[in-house]
């Protein structure tokens, strides 16, 4: 890990006005819900294709 950029990073998340902190936390966030979304439905379609028996749809 570059621990070095990690630091650097915090420090200037830190250093925005709070507007633009809330708006990064927010982009993170509906980033995270759709990473979090897309697992799920990876999930969902695994868990259909081995009931299916591995057929395609």
């Known amino acids: 890990m570059n621990f070095e950029l990690v630091q ?4 200037v998340i ?4 709070e507007e633009e902190r809330t ?4 982009e993170l966030q ?3 819900q759709k990473q979090n979304t ?3 439905l ?3 379609g ?3 294709q081995k009931r299916r028996g591995k ?3």
Not at 14 to 17: G, V
């Open 8 to 11: 650097t990073l915090a420090q």
């Open 14 to 17: 830190r250093s925005l006005p």
């Open 23 to 26: 708006l990064l936390e927010t």
């Open 30 to 32: 509906h980033k995270y």
């Open 38 to 40: 897309l697992q799920k």
């Open 42 to 44: 990876q999930e969902l």
């Open 46 to 48: 695994d868990k259909i």
């Open 55 to 57: 057929k395609v749809l």
